[in-house]
């Protein structure tokens, strides 16, 4: 046997495993919410017979962050094993070992198995991150009258709701944008005193988003089968997105939803535009897609003026329905460093040297960006290398 042949067939045999290490971590970020209350699951107030539901067993925290540690790792290695084959060039005296030694699982099967995870996870409690708490903070304020760009939790005492929000948040006013705090509201709204509701309502928004954005790249990729499976992949049984955006409910599903159907729907200006405006006004920095379709529409000015126009329009309305003071937050939080991200050992190694008398956020903002353009410069490289042969321009263009 030839070392290529070898080579295929060990990477057939990893990628056998593919299927089975992504079902393993999306069952074990189902198991983290599904035990309850833990370090890894903050715990809900409210009737016990309101979503969200849980065994409320009260798990070991080492048993429960090795899970949360596992899911994370099979997750990865899976999506790694499982993407590697259908990026590898088919050559035809390779082609038949290649099917011998893996098949790829069907992507339709992919999307029912992650719209179904999803389903599940939005009736358990969320894990690995308490920002729901801060969600459902911001949202009572509105139904109370309080603006949540001006206060923070810490200024509804005794409150059910806000009374849940971690440190150090307590004090720190909403920085999502006009359309994040009206589905908050909304929630509030439903859930009345009960956090456990609330929450729930929250969770069914955001398992909603996460579900029709996995549909919509199915429809938009189905004519492929290879581009229909890495999407199945890169998003709806995706373990680490369903892990961090769905299990933890993250607002950001919101806005990464507007961004997707903006792009699919980046024939009709008028269209993509609105989508476009309300991403950003539910995550600001959710405005970087924005430059995809400008990038494609240099040429088009009329139609790029209609889409900037429109998208600018649905923003500027939603802050000024919020009022000016929503911005303020926002610009703040712009440069504040997360104690999760490698710019926080940036900052320790400069106070090391020069001295801790700055927190160095400007310079540490201005690294940051331009690590951002060296990365999309990257992957406009590699996508462009990547570029399957003798693909016609007109297949890369919109439906």
């Excluded at 712009?334 to 956020?361: M, P």
């Amino acid at each position: 046997m030839t070392s290529e042949k070898r080579h295929e067939k060990a990477r057939g045999r990893l990628a056998g495993l593919a299927t089975p290490a992504i079902g393993a971590s999306i069952l074990l970020t189902i198991v983290i919410g599904l035990l309850g209350p833990s370090p890894m699951v903050p715990a809900l107030t409210g009737p016990s017979w309101q979503p969200p539901y849980s065994l409320d067993v009260h798990p070991n925290p080492y048993l429960v962050i090795a899970l949360a540690a596992a899911a994370i790792i099979l997750g990865g290695l899976g999506l790694l094993t499982a993407l590697t084959p259908t990026r590898a060039p088919k050559l035809p005296e390779h082609g038949a070992l290649s099917s011998k030694l893996w098949t790829p699982p069907d992507a339709r099967l992919l999307v029912l198995i992650g719209c179904t995870a999803a389903a599940i996870l939005a009736f358990l409690p969320p894990s690995g991150s308490g920002d729901h708490l801060n969600y459902a903070a911001y949202g009572r304020m509105v139904t109370l009258g309080l603006s949540p760009y001006t206060h923070g939790a810490v200024d509804l005492p005794g409150d059910p709701i806000a009374d849940a929000v971690e440190e150090p948040w307590r004090e720190e006013p909403s920085v999502y944008g006009p359309v994040a705090t009206a589905v908050q509201a909304v929630a509030s709204w439903i859930g009345g005193d009960s956090l456990r509701l609330t929450i729930f309502v929250l969770a069914l928004f955001n398992a909603a988003a996460f579900i029709a954005t996995g549909l919509l790249i199915d429809r938009f990729t189905r004519d492929d089968p290879d581009r229909r499976l890495r999407a199945a992949l890169l998003w709806t049984a995706n373990p680490l997105l369903l892990y961090q955006l769905v299990a933890g409910m993250h607002v950001d599903t919101l806005a990464i939803a507007c961004m997707v159907a903006a792009l699919l729907a980046r024939s009709r200006p008028t269209g993509s535009g609105v989508l476009l405006g309300l991403g950003v006004a539910i995550k600001v920095n959710a405005g970087l897609v924005a430059l995809g379709p400008a990038w494609e529409l240099r040429r088009r000015p009329a139609r790029l003026a209609l889409m900037a126009g429109c998208a600018l329009a649905v923003v500027v309305i939603g802050y000024a329905i919020v009022g000016p003071e929503a911005i303020a937050p926002m610009t703040r939080t712009s440069k504040s460093i997360s104690h999760a991200s490698f710019w926080k050992l940036v900052q320790g190694w400069l106070q090391s040297i020069v001295g801790t008398g700055s927190a160095y956020r400007g310079e540490i903002q201005i690294g940051s960006l331009l690590v951002l353009a060296l990365l999309a410069w990257s992957l406009l490289r590699l996508a462009s290398r990547s570029r399957r042969p003798g693909l016609p321009p007109s297949s890369e263009a919109a439906p």
